[in-house]
């Protein structure tokens, strides 16, 4: 539902300002006013998780929409063959269970994957693979997405039952660090990850990959693989290509109170930090009697990674449909609720921010929309992008992708600065002289004067739309707001919506 409505100048800002949030229905320290440095732009910080979208798609995607609009990189869907289970309804989950390392798989070919790093490459847009080294297919028999036929712990020409860890049992005991490493996660065969022929073929498919141009990858199951093995792996890749900056994210689920803990991890690369989206559902959902005006000391000190070595999200694929540990956490059903927490996750300049991009779904274990055959049916239709239906696309919300601008945008300042709040759920914070942020999850309207360090001049509130191409009006007749010359500006927000500025949305007259 698009949402506008226009507000009145004042001689310090602009009044009744409204956000379009979505086009659907429904730091490594606290944040506070420390002195800012200005440091070399360093690049952008926002990566987008197309989930399930075919090569195809994801090639046009990141020339006609990534690219223009500041996503640095796109997570892919696991690239190598997997199971094929018509018997399931074709899940999201059989892309998880592989069966070769072929690269064929229901999102495309060989031919097409390359053709769509090569395209995203050009476009300014790096591709990181989800790799699943940590186990195979776990059914006892089955056929694959290339046509492989196998047998649990029997994948011909890659591995044999020798290849394994001996438990052969699923993982039961998070207590137990040998339990949930060297035993089977929900069934699927665990790989034995200490053995050299298993280091060399994973350390060889990971290298296809890299020789197609992907420039990094997300690790699926970290947690279930031995730190010191996993490290392995990535040392003898990363020994393989000197000369290539092979950017590697972990998942690595640690509720805190588990034998395995994300900071063993830390030496191999950054880690998804899952308590991070926890914290933010519950503070936007006002749960356990958190508000928005706690999240001030949001970071190192609330248990969560240093920013340098988190990847945040407010929900992924598995949170989504319940999966990976409790926690309550927003996701696209959550319609404003949602596209606020994005707001303040891609407002602040703690960790790298993953935005999810999703299919619509009612059974947790639906696969992407698709054929009759299991076939995945195309995002683009007649050379238009069919989002905010079947596919969810909330990369595409205008107040996600204004703000991973205003990320982009303010990337330079390391600290938030000028913290305001009601002490409740109306928060404003600012990025230096770069850019500032207003969330209003009240019920009620706000009207407040807010002090900025931002220059005088006159911008567009890019949670509604950027700045036009002529620099001198805002797109998608978005709200303009004056800032005075002591770098005030008034504005009236109702219930639920948001206001961002930046530097580089200023109007040019």
Excluded at 280 to 309: V, Y
Excluded at 435 to 464: K, M
């Amino acid at each position: 539902m698009w949402k506008f409505v226009l507000g009145a100048f004042s001689a310090s800002g602009i009044v009744g300002l409204v956000v379009l949030l979505n086009p659907v229905a429904p730091v490594t320290a606290p944040f506070s006013n420390l002195s800012v440095a200005q440091e070399p732009t360093p690049p952008p910080t926002a990566l987008v998780h197309l989930f399930e979208w075919p090569w195809n798609d994801i090639a046009t995607e990141c020339e006609t929409y990534l690219g223009p609009n500041g996503y640095q990189a796109v997570q892919i869907s696991p690239p190598q063959e997997h199971i094929v289970l018509p018997d399931y309804g074709y899940p999201w989950w059989q892309r998880y269970q592989p069966v070769s390392y072929q690269l064929e798989s229901r999102s495309g070919s060989r031919a097409e994957l390359q053709a769509m790093i090569d395209r995203c490459r050009a476009a300014g847009v790096a591709i990181y693979a989800d790799a699943v080294i940590n186990h195979m297919a776990g059914f006892e028999n089955g056929v694959g997405s290339a046509g492989t036929v196998f047998t649990k712990y029997e994948y011909p020409g890659l591995y044999r039952p020798e290849d394994f860890n001996d438990c052969g049992q699923q993982v039961t005991d998070y207590g137990d660090a040998a339990n949930v490493t060297q035993c089977e996660l929900v069934g699927l065969a665990d790989l034995d990850t200490s053995a050299e022929h298993v280091q060399s073929t994973l350390v060889d498919y990971l290298g296809t990959l890299v020789d197609m141009g992907v420039a990094g990858f997300r690790i699926d199951a970290a947690k279930h693989i031995r730190s010191e093995e996993l490290g392995e792996i990535l040392t003898q890749l990363r020994d393989r290509y000197p000369d290539t900056d092979l950017y590697i994210y972990q998942e690595v689920i640690d509720p805190g109170n588990e034998a395995i803990r994300k900071q063993d991890y830390y030496d191999s690369g950054n880690v998804l930090d899952f308590k991070y989206g926890r914290f933010m559902g519950e503070a936007f959902l006002g749960l356990a009697g958190q508000t928005l005006a706690n999240l001030e000391t949001l970071g190192e000190g609330w248990g969560l990674a240093p920013s340098a070595q988190a990847v945040i999200f407010i929900d992924n694929h598995d949170k989504q449909r319940g999966h990976g540990g409790g926690g309550d956490y927003l996701t696209y059903k959550s319609g404003d609720l949602y596209a606020l927490a994005n707001v303040f996750m891609l407002g602040v300049p703690y960790g790298k921010a993953q935005v999810m991009s999703s299919f619509a779904f009612e059974n947790p274990d639906q696969g992407p929309p698709a054929y009759d055959d299991g076939t995945t049916r195309p995002v683009y239709q007649n050379g238009e992008a069919a989002c905010f239906g079947e596919w969810v696309c909330e990369h595409r919300w205008p107040a996600i992708a204004g703000m991973v601008g205003f990320r982009n945008a303010t990337q330079a300042v390391a600290q938030v600065t000028d913290w305001w709040s009601n002490q409740a759920n109306q928060i404003a914070f600012g990025r230096g002289d770069l850019g500032f942020v207003v969330i209003n999850r009240e019920a009620v309207p706000l009207t407040h004067r807010f002090q900025t360090q931002l220059p005088q001049g006159r911008y567009c509130n890019v949670v509604q739309g950027g700045r036009a191409a002529d620099g001198t009006a805002c797109a998608n007749n978005a709200q303009v707001v004056l800032v005075n010359r002591a770098g005030q500006f008034t504005a009236t927000l109702p219930e639920m919506t948001a206001l961002a500025i930046h530097v580089e949305a200023k109007l040019s007259r």
